[in-house]
């Protein structure tokens, strides 16, 4: 489903946990990281696009999450020609995204990403609120910065949200930043609490999105 300029209508997840880290998910069989988003079917509303979503990509029902905030407006990026499919060029431009932060009120191990039989992560991990603008592919970059950056102020108040400065450029600290990851290849870093079959995941620093395949149908 298109609008008149070309875009799917999509919904972007934000999920936190207790230490206002972010949940940033392996696409299945790739070595991409994102944060989970998926379309808006027709009929649906992008909250119920958004629940739906959480279950299919991460496992998580209604009430194991807050809804804290969502984005006014749409936010959208255009996909490169080489990512989308021969036969889309031309009428299919990109995502135009509500994006949504989540608190968990629940518990690691309430994630799943086998909930269905169509799984679009196979590793997920916990990071600090602002890495993942250093790791997703640079065409999502602008609309994570956008999304990432008017979610903050939504933030619970223990968060250093300080990250921007005045002339704009982010402050990062990686050698403090703090990670947790989880698989499912039946591995685990010793003393780490995992939900059941989930094991530990390199962390994927240098893994960058490269293998982003938006087409009309894909998430």
Known sequence: MLDRDGFRP????????????????????????????????????????????????????????CVVARTRDWLRYEVPDRYIRRDARGHYKGQKQIWYLLQLVGYDWNLNLRATDHPEFDAWRWNDYWVPLDMVVEFKRGVYEMALTELARYLPRHEVRNRYLRSGSRVRDHEHHHHHTHATDGSARPGMALPPGASYEPDPHTNVETDETDQPHAR
């Open 10 to 65: 999509n919904v972007g997840i934000v999920l936190l946990n207790q230490r206002n880290q972010v949940f940033w998910g392996k696409r299945i069989r790739t070595h991409s990281w994102q944060f989970p988003q998926g379309g808006i079917d027709r009929g649906e509303t992008p909250e119920q696009a958004m629940f739906r979503e959480l279950h299919e990509e991460v496992g998580l029902q209604p009430e194991h999450v």
